[in-house]
């Protein structure tokens, strides 16, 4: 490849990453209410059953009792749109995965595929997939940007959303129990009318 072909596909791939960086900016900012039309959707394609809505349920608990763990460790940063980033989350969750809010965030929306019993609904937690890809790449330039080698160390060590190597150490968390169950009043809200809706559907379906 000669050296002008050479440099116009680096630009060419450093554009693409711009703007897929750019673009998880954006779905960052939005991230509230991006899933919306997906979980609206999968509620309306659903054909739940008992055994489907109880095992849903579960795994929607067992989801939102992850993103405690995780908010003791991370703060009230979690719930931030603004750019920039806080500390560095080592301990909890942290110490095995990244980005461990959209890991349990992810097993939420699975649940409620579950629930909903149709392999339509399955189109929620892809939509969510797709969502946390873009918007992680937007929020590791922003770490990386306050915490550089600090970071770059991190991630090493660390994977992005799966375990890859052998747990941190352990560290303390930095928010008390109490602390991280205020922090996620707004996501128990939004539980229960999802909660809701979907046991509904055994009742009234559409």
Known sequence: ???????????????????????????FRHRGWLPA??????LVVGNPTNASLVLGSLLMLFGEAGRIWAARHIG?????????????????????????????????HVGVAIAMNSIAAW???????????????????????????NYRTYTEKVGRFLPTRPPLASRPPTVSLAGAISAERGTFVVMAVVLSAMWSRSVWPL
């Open 76 to 108: 009230r940063q979690s719930r931030t749109r603004d750019e920039g980033a806080g500390a560095l989350a080592c301990g909890g969750p942290y110490r095995y995965v990244r980005n461990p809010l959209y890991v349990f965030n992810l097993l939420l």
């Open 123 to 149: 189109v929620l937690p892809l939509g969510i997939v797709a969502l946390y890809a873009v918007v992680v790449r937007w929020e590791e330039t922003q770490v990386l940007a306050v915490h550089g080698d």
């Open 1 to 27: 490849m000669n050296r002008y072909l050479l440099c116009s596909v680096r630009h060419l791939e450093a554009a693409e990453r711009n703007a897929v960086v750019r673009l998880g900016g954006w779905c």
């Open 37 to 42: 039309p997906l979980i609206i959707a999968a």
